[in-house]
């Protein structure tokens, strides 16, 4: 059976990253002899263009009926006014619903000679090669009750975690620690909170289904330290919903670009999975974009949709190959000479044979 991957261009450089990620994509799985059946369907802005809503209802069927999902970006401020769940960014919400997905994985890694792009000291950032993963479905941002009562003055929410949403995504981080270095640090404030103390416990339990990978447990405070001051001891991160929506942003520093960090959202069926970045109107159009982003989210759907852990490995060490060469997108170019999206994504295809 050929694999089915749905791609969602979307707005903005959407389309030119996502046409960067596909020649990739295509090549790698020549090579391999892989069979993959590939379905563009329109979302966001796009949709919207199309007389469509921002999440056609054929645009969701086609993804949940697919082994993967990789999608560009959505967001168009030609659509800025409108309420926000006609907006293009409110297709990309209904679209994780319909998926139902229920982790978040950020790897964030600094890739060769790019040490000096971010602001972490080069010797700081060196050897860092993490992995976030974040509960995305439960939390302080799901739980009832929640609500604001304005005669009183006074707001609340509710953090609320059960057993079974702790180990599934306890799972996600054990298995995937096996196949990276097998160090899990499992970041909590369970020295307040008793949804992190029945956090520690359930992990904790798990971890001896796992006696290959390594346990550690971290405040995350102080995790919020060590992630800019020795972001190389980490491998895999493993959090709830509220923690990991601000650890993964403050881990994305370390690679040096936005447009360098990949993400996967998983749930039980079809994955979803897309560069960290937006839609970037302000160089739209203009072959400009840094494509690795949506590269190497095109390598975690083959591994994690494909189980081809052998061809996202190629692509991996493609990316390595062209940014040690010393080809640069304008964003890590500091000014200096550089190559398109288009030639960049020429470059990790060839250096894919
Ligand atoms: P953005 O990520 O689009 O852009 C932020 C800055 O980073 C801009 O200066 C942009 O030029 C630069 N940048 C982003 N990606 C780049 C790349 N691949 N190569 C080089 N430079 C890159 O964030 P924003 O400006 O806050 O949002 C723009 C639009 O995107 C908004 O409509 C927003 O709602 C939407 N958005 C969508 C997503 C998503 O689709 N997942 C995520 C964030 C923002």
Known sequence: MPHSIVLLPGDGIGPEVIAAARLVLDTVARRAGREIVIESCPI?????????????????AACQRADGVLLGAVGDPAFDHLPSSERPEGGLLGL???????????????????????????????GSDLLIVRELTGGLYFSEPRGIDRDRGVAFNTMRYSVGEIERIARVAFDAARRRRRLVT????????????????????????????TLQHMYVDACAMAL???PSRFDVVLTENLFGDILSDEA??????????????????????EPVHGSAPDIAGRD????????????????????????????????????TEGHRTAD?????????????AELVAAALA
């Open 44 to 60: 966001g802005g796009a949709a919207l263009r199309q007389g469509l809503p921002p999440l056609p209802p054929a645009t969701l």
């Open 96 to 126: 994780r619903k319909g998926l139902g997905l229920y982790a978040n994985l950020r790897p964030a890694r600094i890739w060769p000679g790019c040490e000096g792009a971010g602001p972490l000291k080069p010797e700081v950032a060196r």
């Open 186 to 213: 499992s970041v909590d404030k369970a020295n307040v909170l008793e949804t992190s103390q029945l956090w520690r416990a359930v992990v904790t339990r798990l971890a001896s289904d796992y006696p290959e990978v």
């Open 228 to 230: 800019v001051t020795s």
């Open 252 to 273: 994305a520093v370390i690679a040096g670009s936005i447009g360098l960090l990949p993400s996967a959202s998983i749930g039980d069926g079809p994955g979803l999975f």
């Open 288 to 323: 400009i974009a840094n494509p690795i982003g949506a590269i190497a989210s095109a390598a975690m759907l083959l591994e994690h949709s494909l189980g081809a852990v052998e061809e996202a490995r190629a692509i991996d060490a493609a990316i390595n190959r062209v940014l």
């Open 332 to 344: 890590l170019a500091g000014g200096g000479p550089h190559v398109s999206c288009s030639r960049m």
